[in-house]
């Protein structure tokens, strides 16, 4: 079932997020995600689920020496990583928490952004209404989440790709559909919710792809849990490593207001 072609080997998680902000699609959809933001000299924002501060420093141009950038994650490496990234910025803090139960005074923040971690918590509900909680009246919340229901890979044989596709959704990621899900849930937190931009990344490249998708180690671990067979999933693989190739998911960018 192996491939040479592909990562067979699970990458650093920080590592794998600066991998992930330094593709195409990174950059697209998180410059997207600033612009959405609309972030004012002096302003206060959060960056809820900072991971390692990728884009920490970009908040902090945006809000200049005025403002202030307050980067939260529950993760004690990663936290340690983003307070070493930004060491030499005065205007930013990074504070070990649960976005659960965000230690902050309510109506701290004219602005905050989520990038890619509601698909991850166990309680997006909750979450979000912590989100609100914090925002001044007024103030604004961008969210980038994918919908892993949306994954499409083209295999000649369909009942693999939505096998594959499946165990990622049903398996693998916690809230796997919380990109359509969030204008509903965003609303029901206290939320107006002005625009949602879908952004669909479409793959050419097997490689490019198994950097972000993880297509053997994922196919791997469908095996294990049941959902392909030893020889699906040669085939799969196969057809993927040697084939022409096509894949894409959608991220939504969801626009919130306090």
Same mark, same amino acid.
């Given at each position: 079932?192996?491939?040479?072609?592909?990562?067979?080997?699970?990458?650093?998680?920080?590592?794998?997020? %600066?991998?992930?902000?330094?593709?195409?699609?990174?950059?697209?959809?998180?410059?997207?995600?600033?612009?959405?933001? %609309?972030?004012?000299?002096?302003?206060?924002?959060?960056?809820?689920?900072?991971?390692?501060?990728?884009?920490?420093?970009?908040?902090?141009?945006?809000?200049?020496?005025?403002?202030?950038?307050?980067?939260?994650?529950?993760?004690?490496?990663?936290? %340690?990583?983003?307070?070493?990234?930004?060491?030499?910025?005065?205007?930013?803090?990074?504070?070990?928490?649960? $976005?659960?139960?965000?230690?902050?005074?309510?109506?701290?923040?004219?602005?905050?952004?989520?990038?890619?971690? $509601?698909?991850?918590v166990a309680d997006p509900t909750r979450a979000l209404r912590e989100m609100h909680r914090?925002?001044?009246?007024?103030?604004?919340?961008?969210?980038? &989440?994918?919908?892993?229901?949306?994954?499409?890979?083209?295999?000649?044989?369909?009942?693999? #790709?939505?096998?594959?596709?499946?165990?990622?959704?049903?398996?693998?990621?916690?809230? #796997?559909?919380?990109?359509?899900?969030?204008?509903?849930?965003?609303?029901?937190?206290?939320?107006?919710?002005? #625009?949602?931009?879908?952004?669909?990344?479409?793959?050419?490249?097997?490689?490019?792809?198994?950097?972000?998708?993880?297509?053997?180690?994922?196919?791997?671990?469908?095996?294990?849990?049941?959902?392909?067979? &030893?020889?699906?999933?040669?085939?799969?693989l196969d057809h993927l490593s040697t084939g022409p190739f096509l894949a894409a998911v959608?991220?939504?960018?969801?626009?919130?207001? #306090?």
């Amino acid at each position: 079932m192996t491939s040479t072609a592909f990562e067979t080997a699970t990458p650093d998680p920080i590592a794998y997020l %600066d991998r992930v902000a330094a593709t195409d699609l990174g950059r697209s959809y998180k410059g997207r995600m600033l612009d959405e933001l %609309d972030i004012r000299p002096g302003q206060t924002v959060l960056d809820l689920g900072c991971g390692p501060g990728t884009d920490l420093a970009s908040l902090a141009q945006a809000v200049t020496a005025t403002g202030t950038v307050i980067g939260v994650d529950h993760d004690q490496t990663t936290v %340690d990583a983003a307070r070493e990234r930004t060491a030499d910025q005065h205007t930013v803090t990074v504070r070990l928490a649960d $976005l659960h139960d965000l230690p902050l005074p309510g109506h701290t923040a004219d602005r905050a952004r989520a990038d890619r971690v $509601l698909q991850h918590v166990a309680d997006p509900t909750r979450a979000l209404r912590e989100m609100h909680r914090v925002l001044r009246p007024g103030g604004r919340l961008v969210m980038g &989440e994918p919908d892993w229901d949306t994954l499409t890979v083209d295999h000649p044989d369909s009942d693999l #790709s939505r096998a594959y596709t499946q165990y990622v959704t049903d398996q693998v990621i916690r809230n #796997s559909r919380i990109g359509r899900q969030l204008p509903r849930l965003a609303t029901q937190a206290g939320f107006t919710v002005p #625009s949602v931009i879908p952004i669909t990344h479409v793959f050419r490249d097997a490689r490019a792809a198994d950097r972000i998708l993880g297509l053997e180690r994922t196919t791997r671990r469908a095996v294990a849990a049941g959902h392909l067979t &030893e020889e699906g999933a040669r085939r799969w693989l196969d057809h993927l490593s040697t084939g022409p190739f096509l894949a894409a998911v959608t991220l939504y960018i969801v626009v919130a207001e #306090s």
